[in-house]
């Protein structure tokens, strides 16, 4: 079994800065994809930032409404993913969740962090 546990989630001002870290444990023994995602109240989760393994290499995918502001990285050392997000926005409040890959369909999920952002 894997355990995920995100962090850094918080209360917010637009224009802010937050950092979300993400730690997987228990029987890691590859990494496919590691990956952030959100749901808003009333809405379904969308993905946020995920930095996938395949053939040619990695691959870093931004839903569009984050491209140019929030910033993912991985430390496969360290089994960990991170979510640098910067310039805030309202429509950012959501709880964050982290999704870990080990094999294409095969994912465990974080209980999720909650992130707001006041106008």
């Known amino acids: 079994q894997v355990q995920v546990v995100e962090s850094g989630g918080d209360l917010v001002q637009a224009g802010g800065s937050l950092r979300l870290s993400c730690v997987a444990s228990?029987?890691?023994?590859?990494?496919?994809?590691m990956g952030w995602y959100r749901q808003a109240p009333g809405k379904q989760r969308e993905l946020v930032a995920a930095?996938?393994?395949?053939?040619?290499?990695?691959?870093?995918r931004y839903a569009d409404s984050v491209q140019g502001r929030f910033i993912i990285s991985r430390d496969d050392a360290k089994f960990s993913v991170y979510l640098e997000m910067n310039s805030l926005k309202p429509e950012d409040t959501a709880v964050y969740y982290c999704?870990?890959?080990?094999?294409?369909?095969?994912?465990?999920w974080g209980q999720g962090t909650q992130v707001t952002v006041s106008s």
């Open positions: 228990g029987r890691i023994f590859s990494i496919y994809s």
């Open positions: 930095i996938t393994t395949g053939d040619s290499g990695r691959k870093t």
């Open positions: 999704n870990i890959e080990l094999l294409r369909g095969l994912g465990f």
